[in-house]
């Protein structure tokens, strides 16, 4: 069965950086979009950023448009969330998540989702 | 920048049908999409493209949309259907950024 598994999420100081991991089993990687949502304790969902599945497309959010940088390497199954810069508003829960495109070709959306990694800004 | 529009709570008796709406100017050309999310609990897909439901989930859930605004309806609402509900859909500017309503909250009590 599809799973995605994140990791590298902890404790870093204001203007610090972390490096975000999903290891994907149970579907082809390759053949699909994948992206990153986070939640703020509390808050709701927020859509991150979304890379196709070669890698060659990517889109992000305004709020971490310059700061952040998603990746992917089909060869190990694995997506990540390269954080540079990050402030105390960043502190959430990151998803790691499939993203199929709509039957229509028009957007895309997510149908299966990781448990999420806590990432905390703080001094 | 879009935005999806959505109660922050609604509140039904067990057996009752839960209706939460979204409103979002792109709606009429862009799908719609509804996430669960238990307390704790990563979301779960429950409708995508308007009105289709994922294999598992419960006949129960239902969507639709019309014009400017998609509707989630939870038919016989289950005191474990209590939980954050997220509408989702696409930007149609072309910048194709992923936009979440704000979440609504199901009381079933």
């Known amino acids: 069965q599809v799973q995605l598994v994140e990791s590298g999420g902890g404790l870093v100081k204001p203007g610090g950086s972390l490096r975000l991991s999903c290891a994907a089993s149970g579907f082809t990687f390759s053949d699909y979009y994948m992206s990153w949502i986070r939640q703020a304790p509390g808050k709701g969902l927020e859509w991150v950023s979304y890379i196709s599945s070669s890698g060659s497309t990517i889109y992000y959010a305004d709020s971490v448009k310059g700061r952040f940088t998603i990746s992917r390497d089909n060869a190990k199954n694995s997506l990540y969330l390269q954080m540079n810069s990050l402030r105390a508003e960043d502190t959430a829960v990151y998803y790691c998540?499939?993203?199929?495109?709509?039957?229509?070709?028009?957007?895309?959306?997510?149908?299966?989702w990781g448990q999420g990694t806590l990432v905390t800004v703080s001094s | 920048s879009y935005e999806l529009t959505q109660p922050p709570s609604v509140s039904v008796s067990p057996g009752q049908t839960a209706r939460i709406t979204c409103s979002g100017d792109a709606l009429p050309k862009k799908y719609a999409y509804w996430y669960q999310q238990k307390s704790g609990q990563a979301p779960v897909l429950v409708i995508y493209?308007?009105?289709k439901r994922p294999s598992g989930i419960p006949e129960r859930f239902s969507g639709s949309s019309s014009g400017t605004m998609a509707t989630l309806t939870i038919s016989g609402a289950q005191v474990e259907d209590e939980a954050d509900y997220y509408c989702y859909s696409t930007d149609s500017s072309g910048n194709h950024r992923g936009v979440f309503g704000g979440g609504t909250k199901l009381t079933v009590l």
């Open positions: 998540a499939r993203a199929p495109y709509s039957s229509d070709g028009e957007g895309y959306y997510f149908d299966y």
């Open positions: 493209e308007d009105s």
